[in-house]
């Protein structure tokens, strides 16, 4: 692994307030010293890019999961729909200059480092949710990676792999950790500024470190045993702060604004420039999905994606198959549907989420029907649907939600589904619909997790042979270029077989 270099000059140039000179880069990136720099100064820049990422970075998986698909004035990506893919597939996820997890993470780090030293225990636990976050990220995509050394520049300038299962448990004990800081610590008029996504709010954060506890349990409903996860649940359930609840989304907004650089993440990637140009006529509507909600009278397709802007044949909603070989003659981008529909992409300025409500309340409602937390598990589903069409912004929405779910329809209806695994599986169909264009990662999580969807189509590829979806994604070239002693420890390592260790 080479050395990780701190994206310190980022967080200084974007540190300069919670305005439009947040993301102003007119600055010399070459003056400031880590001796000057501040958690203060780190923090807004880490959210930002925390939130930017998860948002942005992941439309591999929404291509895989049957969210997206190329449009028609594309030719095929090879690599990306043949499912054979190699060291250089999304491998700036690891190490990408300001995005790569590992360059946010080494800023978080030195946070982490700084706050120690000054004794400002708010950003010690901020620090340790965002690592929470970002090895979580990590570990689902690559399995074994560098995390007890991984920012130890001075004794490991190559790291050895921790296993994931560690990284896991060790992650668990550090939201604990964190957990407990928020408890009791001060917080100053500048932490406040600091924070853009919960101006120094501690409860909001104490719901943030459970909600992120509660997921990481989740994704290992079939690796814990009985036993591990009610020790885990115990701690939060003592916290007693609860979890990110309906209508309180963890959000950040630095100052957005209709200016280049400086617009809401998921707008400038998906939907227009500060122009007015459109962005992206790459990503379009997947069929699938699109049948998912037009035969099952769900009208939340017309809210994550946006009509045709030119149209055919009354075609205002027009999707493709992934991966197929589409003809010269088929309808372009331009007479098709974006992914960025008016529920996602509300303005330029708008918040960018982190961790919403919507993925919150699914995560309650399948943690209640393992019987892990209190409460009826119905109506924690019901709550979590509702949640999606209030969060959408879908006109009535609670009463058009509640129509929705009242359907003796089998993809939504409680009563449909009789065992207890069956349940589980409907609350992750109804959680796959509603994290489309949010967390399409997640979505990649529980079709590894629980095979939900069951009946997601592979790609229609003429290259993809017997691929199925991978497992994971290869570790980077620049691994086995630099860190070669440690990743080739991790053994020959196989995209459609070679599994996350909660992958059961």
């Known amino acids: 692994m080479k050395k990780i270099i701190y994206a310190f000059t980022v967080s200084l140039f974007l540190m300069t307030g919670c305005k439009k000179s947040f993301f102003d880069i007119n600055q010399n990136p070459n003056s400031p010293t880590e001796g000057s720099i501040t958690a203060q100064l780190i923090l807004p820049s880490t959210l930002q890019r925390t939130a930017a990422k998860m948002a942005t970075a992941y439309n591999y998986s929404a291509l895989w999961m049957g969210y997206w698909a190329r449009s028609g004035t594309y030719g095929p990506s090879t690599e990306q729909e043949s499912y054979a893919i190699t060291t250089s597939f999304n491998s700036g996820q690891w190490t990408a200059t300001n995005t790569g997890w590992y360059d946010i993470l080494a800023d978080v780090d030195l946070m982490e480092k700084k706050a120690a030293v000054t004794g400002e225990t708010f950003y010690s636990g901020a620090a340790k949710v965002i690592k929470s976050i970002g090895f979580m990220y990590l570990v689902d995509q690559y399995g074994n990676v560098p995390y007890s050394k991984a920012f130890d520049f001075q004794g490991n300038i190559l790291p050895a792999y921790d296993k994931g299962e560690d990284i896991y448990a060790n992650l668990l004990v550090k939201l604990d950790e964190a957990a407990k800081i928020f408890a009791s610590a001060n917080v100053?008029?500048?932490?406040?500024?600091?924070?853009?996504?919960?101006?120094?709010?501690?409860?909001?954060?104490?719901?943030?470190a459970n909600t992120q506890r509660l997921k990481l349990l989740i994704h290992q409903s079939q690796y814990l045993?009985?036993?591990?996860?009610?020790?885990?649940?115990?701690?939060?359930?003592?916290?007693?702060?609860?979890?990110?609840?309906?209508?309180?989304?963890?959000?950040?907004?630095?100052?957005?604004?209709?200016?280049?650089?400086?617009?809401?993440?998921?707008?400038?990637?998906?939907?227009?420039?500060?122009?007015?140009?459109?962005?992206?006529?790459?990503?379009?509507?997947?069929?699938?999905?699109?049948?998912?909600?037009?035969?099952?009278?769900?009208?939340?397709?017309?809210?994550?994606?946006?009509?045709?802007?030119?149209?055919?044949?009354?075609?205002?909603?027009?999707?493709?198959?992934?991966?197929?070989?589409?003809?010269?003659?088929?309808?372009?981008?331009?007479?098709?549907?974006?992914?960025?529909?008016?529920?996602?992409?509300?303005?330029?300025?708008?918040?960018?989420?982190?961790?919403?409500?919507?993925?919150?309340?699914?995560?309650?409602?399948?943690?209640?029907?393992?019987?892990?937390?209190?409460?009826?598990?119905?109506?924690?589903?019901?709550?979590?649907?509702?949640?999606?069409?209030?969060?959408?912004?879908?006109?009535?929405?609670?009463?058009?939600?509640?129509?929705?779910?009242?359907?003796?329809?089998?993809?939504?209806?409680?009563?449909?589904?009789?065992?207890?695994?069956?349940?589980?599986?409907?609350?992750?169909?109804?959680?796959?619909?509603?994290?489309?264009?949010?967390?399409?990662?997640?979505?990649?999580?529980?079709?590894?997790?629980?095979?939900?969807?069951?009946?997601?189509?592979?790609?229609?590829?003429?290259?993809?042979?017997?691929?199925?979806?991978?497992?994971?994604?290869?570790?980077?070239?620049?691994?086995?270029?630099?860190?070669?002693?440690?990743?080739?420890?991790?053994?020959?390592?196989?995209?459609?077989?070679?599994?996350?260790?909660?992958?059961?």
């Open 225 to 504: 045993s009985s036993t591990a996860v009610a020790t885990e649940i115990a701690k939060i359930t003592a916290d007693g702060s609860g979890f990110i609840n309906a209508g309180a989304s963890a959000n950040v907004n630095p100052g957005f604004a209709v200016i280049k650089d400086q617009q809401n993440p998921f707008w400038a990637a998906y939907k227009l420039t500060e122009l007015g140009a459109v962005v992206d006529d790459y990503n379009r509507a997947n069929n699938y999905i699109l049948g998912k909600f037009r035969n099952n009278e769900d009208i939340r397709y017309q809210y994550v994606f946006s009509p045709a802007a030119t149209p055919l044949n009354g075609n205002t909603y027009y999707g493709y198959n992934y991966g197929e070989t589409i003809p010269n003659s088929a309808p372009k981008a331009i007479n098709s549907s974006d992914v960025a529909g008016p529920g996602l992409a509300k303005s330029a300025t708008q918040d960018q989420w982190l961790f919403t409500s919507v993925e919150s309340l699914f995560l309650q409602a399948e943690a209640i029907q393992r019987g892990w937390i209190s409460g009826n598990a119905q109506t924690a589903y019901r709550a979590a649907v509702q949640e999606s069409f209030v969060w959408l912004g879908v006109t009535n929405a609670v009463a058009t939600a509640n129509t929705y779910l009242d359907q003796a329809n089998p993809i939504v209806s409680w009563s449909s589904a009789t065992s207890s695994d069956d349940k589980i599986k409907l609350i992750d169909m109804q959680k796959y619909l509603a994290l489309i264009g949010i967390n399409n990662f997640e979505a990649y999580v529980d079709y590894r997790r629980l095979g939900v969807p069951t009946d997601l189509p592979l790609s229609l590829s003429p290259s993809r042979g017997s691929n199925i979806i991978p497992s994971r994604l290869l570790y980077p070239q620049s691994e086995y270029n630099t860190n070669a002693a440690n990743v080739a420890a991790q053994g020959t390592i196989n995209a459609q077989t070679s599994k996350i260790f909660w992958d059961k």
């Open 188 to 208: 100053t008029a500048e932490m406040k500024t600091a924070d853009i996504m919960f101006k120094g709010d501690l409860t909001r954060w104490r719901k943030l």
